[in-house]
């Protein structure tokens, strides 16, 4: 891998995000749109918006950065431009990292847009500081960009992408502790969740909001951190250079 290939990749993606004013509105004002409409939902429930705020936060920059990777990562492969990418010194590993240097300063931007919204606008109420709540969320859109980009390798289409989303996201979201806590789930649902990557982002944002410190925090962080890497990692080893 060559770090300089990797910037000048995430650079010319940077480039083309400036392009496309809609892409940039779905990554950076959508969640807080989400986020604000689930706040008035609960306006009337004292506590709710507290008790879910914070693993919405996990969830929705989660879900947007795994679509919006995945489905910019395809349209590369189905232009012809990584083919024609490939033909130069840059590696496999050199576009995925530039990717992914690209969609997490990106991420970055957008974990403060929407964890200033929730706190700041909505009122969100944690125990923990607010800069935790923005790093975890920064860690769980790059999640999102790390799994888009591994799926991004088995579809063909734009559609087939987004068609990933009930096999990639809607079980982690079942099972990742947002609709019921882990531990009252059957023994079977409860051991499935466990190998969730959103699980942990929950639990991370769960640690924040209820001011937690040392290792009840550092886990999921840990593990959030870990299937990212590893989802980099499969996503340069089976990133093609065009689509069949």
């Not at 770090?3 to 892409?23: E, K």
């Not at 679509?67 to 431009?81: D, I, K, Q, Y």
């Amino acid at each position: 891998m060559n770090i300089n290939r990797s910037f000048a990749t995430a650079g010319r993606v940077l480039r083309q995000l400036s392009h496309d004013p809609r892409s940039i509105a779905l990554m950076l004002l959508m969640p807080s749109l989400l986020v604000g409409l689930f706040a008035w939902l609960f306006s009337d429930q004292e506590g709710a918006f507290d008790q879910f705020g914070g693993p919405i936060l996990a969830l929705f920059p989660f879900i947007l950065m795994f679509v919006v990777t995945s489905v910019t990562t395809l349209r590369e492969r189905r232009s012809g431009t990584l083919e024609r990418l490939m033909t130069t010194p840059l590696a496999k590993s050199d576009f995925i990292v530039g990717y992914a240097i690209a969609f997490g300063l990106m991420a970055i931007l957008q974990a403060l847009i929407t964890v200033g919204f929730a706190v700041w606008v909505c009122g969100l109420q944690i125990d923990g500081p607010s800069w935790q709540l923005g790093a975890v969320a920064v860690l769980d859109a790059l999640l999102g960009t790390g799994l888009g980009l591994f799926a991004s390798a088995f579809a063909r289409t734009e559609f087939q992408a987004v068609q990933f989303m009930p096999v990639f996201v809607f079980p982690q979201i079942l099972l990742g502790g947002l609709l019921m806590p882990r531990d009252q789930m059957p023994d079977i649902l409860q051991r499935i969740s466990d190998w969730l990557p959103l699980s942990y982002a929950i639990d991370a944002v769960n640690a924040v909001s209820a001011g937690d410190e040392g290792w009840d925090l550092g886990k999921p962080l840990v593990v959030i951190a870990a299937v990212t890497l590893v989802a980099l990692i499969l996503a340069s080893l089976t990133l093609r250079r065009r689509t069949p």
